[in-house]
Structure formats: C-alpha cells, structure tokens
C-alpha cells in the first residue's frame, strides 16, 4: 500500500492519497480541490473518506464527489479496513485502520505526542477520554497518520496518551 501525504489549505490538514492494486482512496480532501484533482489525475479513485467533518477535512469534498461520483464514507471493497469511532474532538470522530498494513488514519483523534481538541463545537473531554482507552487496546506496531503534522506509531504515542486518562 502506498501512502501520500499532502498537507493543504490554511490549516495544513493532511489529505492522504492512498494507492493498492492501482486503485486509490482519498482520505480527509480538506481543500484545494483543483490541487488534489490535479495529483489524482492518472488514478483510479474508488473512494473518499473522511474522518470528521471539520471545514478542514471537508473543503474539497462535495467537488470531489461530483467530480468523481462517489460519496464519502462509503465502503471500498478492494481496501480491507476497520471503521473505529473515537469522538472526542467532534461527535464524528473516527479513525481508518487497515489491519493488514497496521496503518490507522486517525484524524484529529491523535498527533504526534498529542490528541485533538475537545473544547471545539462537538468536542467532549470524556468521550475523548474513552476513545484514548478503546485504542489503548491496539498493537504498538499500528502508524498513525493523523490530520496534521507527520506520522507517528502507537507505541511512540501510548505514554503519552496514558497521561489524559
């Protein structure tokens, strides 16, 4: 599985292009919907995900589903992945973890020696404290690419989210 990482728009969320068997799913279209047009225009897009609706994550995404047909958040067959709700930063906070490649694509769920916000509209301490725990019980081998800033593993980040707990 390839994985492309693109920070854009004046937030540097991540939009992830993710590429197996010459098929991809876009992940988080944030904005610059031209730009990511532009870097998918020899792939063949099956999906797009999004893994909370925040004007970050989503600013490109009605542009891409008319452009591409497709809705967001629908399952792709040709990509094995575990949908796991973590709100905590929004009610509809959830993380896309592909098993087999121990890759999770956390949203603002969890960065790099940090978690995201819960004191935005939809955020909640304790439903943030319950997600920390549910994916305490994840392997430390899992990457986690989260919404903003670079990829870190569980491992690296369990002490840290042991602390908010």
């Known amino acids: 599985m390839k994985i492309e990482r693109f920070p854009l728009g004046p937030l540097q969320a991540n939009c992830y292009l993710v590429t197996k068997n010459n098929q991809t799913i876009i992940i988080d279209p944030g904005s610059e919907a031209n730009k ?51 709100p905590g930063h929004s009610k509809d906070s959830i993380s896309f973890y592909f098993e087999q490649e121990k890759v999770l694509f956390s949203g603002d769920f969890i960065f790099e020696h940090n978690i995201g916000r819960c004191d935005l509209e939809g955020g909640n ?3 943030m404290q319950k997600s920390i725990q549910n994916i305490l019980k994840y392997s430390d081998d899992i990457t986690i690419y989260p919404g903003h800033g670079t990829q870190t593993t569980l491992k690296e980040e369990r002490a840290y989210l042991q602390k908010y707990l």
């Open 36 to 86: 990511i047009l532009e870097l998918c225009s020899k792939k063949n897009i099956v999906g797009i995900l999004v893994t909370h609706h925040h004007f970050d994550h989503i600013g490109a995404l009605k542009e891409l589903e008319n452009h591409f047909k497709i809705v967001h958040n629908q399952k792709v067959p040709s990509f094995s992945y575990q949908t796991i709700s973590n």
């Open 125 to 127: 301490w304790y439903e």
